[in-house]
């Protein structure tokens, strides 16, 4: 694997780059955004994925680290391949994407061209789990880490006799419930002890 690359940016072209590496050019498919920050004939450095297929070894570069994560975990999701996952960092920055997966926000996912509603709830479904904590909001109060809060009122649950399978489906029926801002999650967690008191 290939995860980056640092060298002279040798060409670019309106879908990518060739950075001369010792002496040899590598071609690099790259977004626009990644694209703006190269300057022909100045060092540059970008991390890389090499996606390798029957017929061809393509390597897809990115202006940081996360950019190059969030492209790999795009394409986890089925139906999604290296281009659409490209594109979708063509149209929004990571924090965005991964803010809209967190928050089930498929309007913004659809802005991507390739991805209708299906495929947008089917991104939601297949990575919200694993998108990872996404701070929501503008200010200070607003900062709650969606994803943070399901696993604290999980274990708050467990911690109070309940199995992890009842933890599990109250705290999606929960979600389900929360609608924009986030409560915080002492109220989140006597919501989903009502529940589960309901089912006994």
């Not at 996952?85 to 802005?111: F, G």
Request: charged content about 20%.
């Amino acid at each position: 694997m290939i995860a980056s690359v640092r060298g002279r940016v040798a060409a670019v072209s309106p879908d990518g780059a060739v950075i001369e590496v010792g002496g040899v050019g590598l071609a690099v498919q790259c977004a626009p955004g990644t694209l703006a920050g190269l300057r022909l004939g100045a060092e540059a450095r970008l991390a890389t994925s090499l996606v390798v297929r029957e017929d061809s070894l393509t390597l897809y570069g990115f202006a940081d680290d996360e950019e190059k994560l969030l492209f790999e975990l795009l394409q986890t999701a089925s139906g999604v391949g290296p281009r659409l996952a490209q594109a979708v960092l063509a149209v929004h920055s990571p924090e965005t994407v991964r803010r809209a997966i967190a928050t089930a926000d498929t309007a913004t996912l659809t802005r991507v061209p390739g991805i209708g509603k299906k495929g947008a709830e089917r991104l939601v479904l297949e990575l919200r789990d694993r998108i990872g904590p996404v701070a929501v909001g503008t200010d200070e109060t607003a900062g709650v880490l969606v994803g943070a809060w399901q696993e604290q009122v999980r274990q708050g649950l467990v911690g109070l006799g309940w199995t992890a399978s009842q933890a599990d489906q109250a705290v999606a029926a929960v979600a389900e419930t929360v609608d924009g801002t986030t409560p915080p999650v002492p109220v989140l967690l006597k919501q989903a002890i009502r529940l589960l008191g309901k089912t006994r």
